[in-house]
């Protein structure tokens, strides 16, 4: 069993930056992938981010300007996010999963991001 549990949003002006941390609970946390997914309102959970070992992929909305990194020896997962815009607005979650292409077993609660002047 892991928990998680998610950290960092806020509002934020366009082009403005924020950092997403995603605390986790549990061992073996090194060998889940994790991810972030986000929703937007009215819209599908969509994939935004994901990393195992070494390895991410980003959803093409985002390449070049969200950055997702771990660190195994605090059990954690960051989300840079930097040239915010108003469409990135959304309810973000942090996921952990055995599988990398469906890192979706765990869900955290939610934290809320919106960017708007």
């Known amino acids: 069993q892991v928990q998680l549990v998610e950290s960092g949003g806020g509002l934020v002006q366009p082009g403005g930056s924020l950092r997403l941390s995603c605390a986790a609970s549990?061992?073996?946390?090194?060998?889940?992938?994790m991810g972030w997914y986000r929703q937007a309102p009215g819209k599908q959970r969509e994939l935004v981010a994901r990393?195992?070992?070494?390895?991410?992929d980003y959803v093409d909305s985002v390449k070049g300007r969200f950055t997702i990194s771990r660190a195994n020896a605090k059990n954690t997962v960051y989300l840079q996010m930097n040239s915010l815009k108003p469409e990135d607005t959304g309810v973000y979650y942090c996921?952990?999963?055995?599988?990398?292409?469906?890192?979706?077993?765990?869900w955290g609660q939610g934290t809320q991001v919106t960017v708007s002047s």
């Open positions: 996921s952990a999963g055995r599988s990398y292409y469906y890192p979706n077993d765990y």
């Open positions: 990393i195992i070992d070494s390895r991410t």
């Open positions: 549990g061992s073996m946390f090194s060998s889940y992938a």
